[in-house]
């Protein structure tokens, strides 16, 4: 007997609309779905109209559910893996699942869609060419700190997941390691009805959230530009410079954006600079 397909299916972050028509497809058409929260994947399933019938497999049963499931695969039954929201696997339930279904020989097949890695990462306005996701951060300050020294020096940008209950400690930290000048990204309750997209500096969106304007509230995407390998002091002498040279041979706009790829300075800033210069 052939063995049946584990599909593994990603669904709305937010949006229900998200949800793509082949997602939706193999929803209805598998044996079984493998959810992390029967009651809240099974509210998304009702809208949509789809009876599949549900398995539960999240982080404190994996140990004897995935037994189960790779046996109903054995025999010929094909599985939807999903997570609350998202993309599974991406902090998320389901990776002895799928590790055991290669073991065995099982296909399996990815059904993309929503993720909140990649939608926070194409509106953060931070370079994209390389990046890692660190997930959630320890919960415990001395951990975590330990854990943002790590990354500091790192070139790459940086994405993390946090909790309402930690964003203000989680902020404060990466002030402290990372410095308030640090260009990052704050994407809160992406793709829901109270969405909200913040570009700033960690000092500025300290600030926003410890006085209302970034509400502690929703679900948060952090994304933190890489360490470009430039202190303070050598990026005042280097920005004055590359100014004064970069004025003189190109237009206002593309010196701004220019000088900002160089020296990790926001592009607002610099145009400011560039116009104060030509107006001298």
């Given amino acids: 007997m052939d063995s049946g397909t584990l599909f593994v299916v990603a ?3 937010g949006n229900r609309e998200d949800l793509t028509p082949r997602a939706r497809r193999i929803l209805d058409d598998v044996d079984l779905v493998a959810a992390e929260d029967t009651r809240h994947t099974g509210r998304l399933l009702s809208h949509f109209g789809i009876k599949t019938r549900q398995i539960a497999l999240h982080d404190h049963n994996e140990e004897t559910a995935v037994p189960k499931l790779l046996s109903a695969l ?7 893996l999903v997570s609350d929201a998202g993309t599974p696997l991406i902090s998320d339930p389901g990776y002895r699942l799928v590790c055991a279904a290669h073991d065995a020989g099982v296909p399996v097949s990815p059904v993309p869609g929503a993720s909140a ?6 509106v953060a306005g ?18 975590r700190v330990n854990r943002l020294r790590e990354l500091c020096d790192d070139s790459r940008s940086i994405l993390f997941f946090e909790s309402v209950h930690r964003i203000k400690a989680a902020i404060d930290d990466l002030c402290e390691v990372f410095g308030v000048e640090r260009i ?3 994407g809160r309750e992406l793709s829901k009805m109270h969405e909200q997209c913040v570009s700033a500096t960690l000092g500025d969106i300290r600030e926003m959230i410890h006085n209302g304007q970034i509400p502690s509230k929703g679900e948060f995407v952090l994304v933190v530009q890489g360490n470009r390998g430039i202190d303070a002091e050598t ?3 280097n920005v004055d410079r590359l100014i004064a040279e970069v004025s003189a041979v190109l237009p206002t706009n593309q010196a701004a954006d220019l000088v900002s790829s160089l020296s990790g300075r926001r592009r607002n800033e610099i145009y400011r600079l560039l116009l104060a210069q030509r107006e001298d």
């Fill in 74 to 80: 054995k025999e010929g039954k094909s599985i939807a």
């Fill in 126 to 143: 931070i370079p994209t060419d390389k990046f890692c996701f660190e997930g959630f951060l320890p919960n415990k300050k001395t951990a």
């Fill in 117 to 122: 890695v990649t939608a926070a990462l194409s």
């Fill in 184 to 186: 990052a990204f704050v």
């Fill in 235 to 237: 990026t005042t002498i």
């Fill in 11 to 13: 669904t709305p972050i």
